[in-house]
C-alpha cells in the first residue's frame, strides 16, 4: 500500500480534531498499519493525550522544522532523536511551546520572502513537507493534527498531505468554520499541492437520540453532500473520550467497547478505502 499523509483540521475550536487524530491513528494501526501521528499544535494536546509531559520533550517538531530551515542535510538525523516510538499504537513527533517560535520563524520567511537553500520546493509553506520524506517509507499512514492558531502551521500540513478530515461538531452551528477551512485548503490545492483531497467531513459529538443532532445530519449532507464526502458514522458522544487523554490512551485502551470506538472504527474502515 503506498504512503498517505491526513490533516486533521478545522478552523474552530472544540470540535474534537485530537481526539479525532490520536483515535483515528490508534485504530489504524490496530488494523495492522504503521502510523505515525503529528503534533502540529503549540498546545501539545496530542503529546499529553499519549502520556506525555510537552515541556519535557527535549527533541519536538520545532527542532524539525528549524532544521529542515537551516540545516536540512542533518534532518534525518535528528527525526531519529525526535520521533517517540511506542510499543503498541502509533508512534508520535511531540509538540509543545517551541512550536510557536518555529511558527514565527516561518512567518519572517514567508514576509521576507527569504528562500533558505535556495529551491522552490523548501519554501517556508513546504517545510513540513520536506521533512516528512524521509519518514515515507516507515509509515503507512501519517497524521497531523492541526491547531488553531499559527495558520502557516496549517498550510504546511496541507501541503504535505493527500488528504485532509474536516471534523464537525454536531451543534446547531455545526456548518461554522467548515467555508472558512475550505477556503484554505482550496488555497494550497492552487498554489502548494494539487493533490490535496478532502476526504470527508466527520461529525463529531454526536448524540443518537436528540432530533437536533439528526437535523445537524441532514443539513450537513444537504448543504455538503454532493461536493464532499460525509463521514457515514458520525463520532458517538461519550465521556469516556473525554477521560482518555488524562489516561494517556485512546478510547481502544481506555473503553474498548464504548459507541465512540465503534465510531473510530468505522472511520478508519473509510479511511482504508481512500485511494
Known amino acids: 500500500m503506498l504512503y498517505k499523509s491526513i490533516s486533521v483540521t478545522n478552523q474552530k475550536g472544540g470540535v474534537g480534531k485530537t481526539t479525532t487524530a490520536l483515535n483515528l491513528g490508534a485504530a489504524l494501526a490496530a488494523s495492522g498499519k504503521k502510523v505515525l501521528l503529528v503534533d502540529n499544535d503549540p498546545q501539545g494536546n496530542l503529546t499529553a493525550a499519549l502520556g506525555f509531559t510537552q515541556a519535557e520533550q527535549k527533541y519536538t517538531l520545532a527542532n524539525l522544522l528549524l532544521t529542515a530551515i537551516d540545516y536540512p542535510e542533518d534532518l534525518e538525523l535528528h527525526l531519529k532523536r525526535t520521533v517517540l516510538h511506542t510499543e503498541t499504537g502509533p508512534d508520535l513527533i511531540p509538540a509543545n511551546r517551541r512550536l510557536a517560535d518555529a511558527a514565527a520563524r516561518l512567518q519572517v ?35 497531523i493534527d492541526c491547531g488553531l492558531k499559527h495558520e502557516l502551521l496549517t498550510v504546511n ?80 458522544s461519550s465521556i469516556k473520550v473525554a477521560e482518555c487523554p488524562a489516561a494517556g490512551q485512546s478510547i481502544f485502551d481506555y473503553e474498548p467497547k464504548n459507541a465512540a470506538a465503534l465510531s473510530y472504527r468505522s472511520l478508519a474502515e473509510e479511511v482504508l478505502r481512500l485511494g
Do not use: W
Open 109 to 143: 520567511m514567508q514576509l521576507s520572502q527569504y528562500n533558505a537553500v535556495g529551491y522552490a520546493e523548501r519554501s517556508c509553506e513546504k517545510i513540513m513537507d520536506l521533512l516528512l520524506v524521509p519518514l515515507k517509507e516507515d509509515y503507512d499512514y501519517i497524521i
Open 157 to 236: 500540513a496541507l501541503a504535505a498531505s493527500d488528504y485532509a478530515i474536516i471534523p464537525v461538531r454536531s451543534h446547531f452551528l455545526a456548518s461554522e468554520g467548515i467555508p472558512e477551512v475550505l477556503e484554505l485548503v482550496r488555497s494550497v490545492q492552487t498554489k502548494f499541492n494539487p493533490k490535496l483531497k478532502i476526504a470527508g467531513i466527520l461529525l463529531t459529538m454526536y448524540q443518537s437520540r436528540p432530533q437536533l443532532c439528526r437535523s445537524v445530519r441532514e443539513s450537513v449532507g444537504e448543504i455538503y453532500g454532493e461536493t464532499f464526502h460525509v463521514f457515514e458514522h458520525p463520532i458517538e
